[in-house]
């Protein structure tokens, strides 16, 4: 599965970190990771990657009313 922890702001900035945003990674004893601001044509390029492998997603929640 894809684990990518990555964040398109626009198609000219991307964030890209190995940290998982949730409380429990900021307790007491908090994890430290690493994390790139990028920005220019890669931003873009991330953007449509996000976009492709969106849509070849296989866990859609459907909900029947």
């Not at 990674?25 to 991330?46: C, E, F, M, Q, T």
Request: charged share 15%.
């Amino acid at each position: 599965g894809n684990h990518a922890k990555t964040v398109v702001i626009d198609a000219h900035t991307l964030m890209i970190t190995g940290a998982n945003f949730q409380a429990s990674n900021y307790g007491h004893v908090p994890a430290h990771d690493a994390g790139w601001l990028i920005k220019g044509d890669v931003a873009r390029s991330a953007r449509e990657d996000f976009a492709a492998m969106w849509a070849m997603r296989k866990n859609v929640l459907i909900i029947q009313i």
